[in-house]
């Protein structure tokens, strides 16, 4: 074989080889595009952390009517609810807890003693009897950076009903890495994950083994968090 040919042949062959490396890429990230991959961190907090002590500044627990009132609010993001859904979701056992500064509400955060509901991976699961789940807490903009979380926490723990080794539960995204400072500072401990995995009419979730024993549900991907 001359030089010739065999450098027509090598390539050829490189031609080959690289097209079906450029298919099986494109492929990938074809399929990658119509996947929908979502992971949800679950934590636990079983002891209080210090709010700092600064006057002016409480959490307490929030009444139906001053819920109804934000919900009339676009910026505190309440899901659209109206007064008779937060009385339902009182009714239900469900409580809000409000940051209190000078006088004002600046932000808040609900409690469900039922199960753990994620909308993001389109799931909920089981609550041990000594769990309830912390979620959807939200500080208005103009008093963020202040740290309300530790308040709202330390709330929950030293208000709710007392009973053994009470836990709270609470969640977060995988993307969301500004919270992971705000783990550090609450003490919240890794529980487990759950993840979402949707493509072409097929979905999956799955539960990390330290999660395995729990009971797995499928909430729609709109659900709001009035009906949890």
């Known amino acids: 074989m001359t030089l010739r040919k065999a450098a027509q042949r090598l390539a050829a062959t490189y031609r080959r080889h690289g ?14 595009r119509a996947m929908v991959v979502e992971r949800v961190h679950v934590l636990q907090l079983r ?3 210090t709010p700092p002590r600064i006057p002016g500044r409480l959490a307490r627990f929030g009444e139906v009517e001053e819920i109804a009132r934000l919900a009339t609010d676009p910026i505190w993001d309440l899901d659209d609810l109206t007064a008779d859904d937060v009385e339902h979701l009182f009714a239900a056992g469900h409580r809000c807890v409000l940051n209190i500064i000078d006088d ?23 609550l041990l009897p000594n769990e309830v789940h912390i979620h959807k ?10 740290n309300l979380g530790i308040d709202r926490f330390a709330f ?13 539960l ?6 969301n890495f500004s919270t992971f400072v705000r783990v550090g500072r609450l003490g919240l401990e890794p529980l487990g994950t759950i993840t979402y995995l949707a493509a072409r009419g097929w979905e999956h979730r ?8 729990r009971r797995l549900e499928v ?10």
């Not at 004002?104 to 089981?126: D, E, K, L, T």
């Not at 939200?138 to 963020?144: A, D």
């Open 156 to 168: 929950w723990l030293r208000e709710l009903p007392p009973r053994p080794d009470l836990t709270l």
């Open 104 to 126: 004002q509400i600046a932000g808040y955060a609900w409690m469900n003693p039922h199960r753990v509901v994620i909308p993001r991976v389109r799931a909920a699961f089981s």
């Open 170 to 175: 609470t969640d977060f995204a995988f993307d």
């Open 19 to 32: 097209a079906g490396r450029t298919v099986g890429l494109a492929a990938l990230l074809a399929a990658r």
């Open 137 to 146: 807490g939200f500080t208005h903009p103009r008093f963020r950076g202040h």
């Open 47 to 49: 002891e209080p952390p």
């Open 206 to 213: 799955m539960l990390s083994p330290s999660l395995a024993s």
């Open 219 to 228: 909430v729609p991907p709109d659900l709001p968090h009035r009906v949890h």
